[in-house]
């Protein structure tokens, strides 16, 4: 199986999910998600800020669509 380059770690409409990154000393954590259910993505910078977005897609997007968690 290849492996995936960074860039291939986005999601997009046709690979959706929840990429988040760590923040370093140099840069803020950041995350995206693209909901393959609904098609709702969103970007976060900042710790805060992806908590809030991982909530957001868990509870209400891709897992939710999937029959997951509510």
Not at 8 to 34: A, C, F, I, K, N
Not at 54 to 61: A, I, M, P
């Amino acid at each position: 199986m290849p492996r995936k380059m960074p860039a291939d770690l986005y999601p997009t409409e046709e690979s959706p999910g929840l990429r988040v990154r760590g923040g370093t000393r140099y840069s803020s954590s950041q995350g995206d998600y693209v909901c393959g259910g609904c098609g709702a993505e969103d970007h976060a910078n900042g710790d805060a800020n992806v908590t809030r977005r991982v909530e957001d897609y868990t509870n209400n997007h891709g897992p939710a669509h999937r029959g997951g968690r509510r």
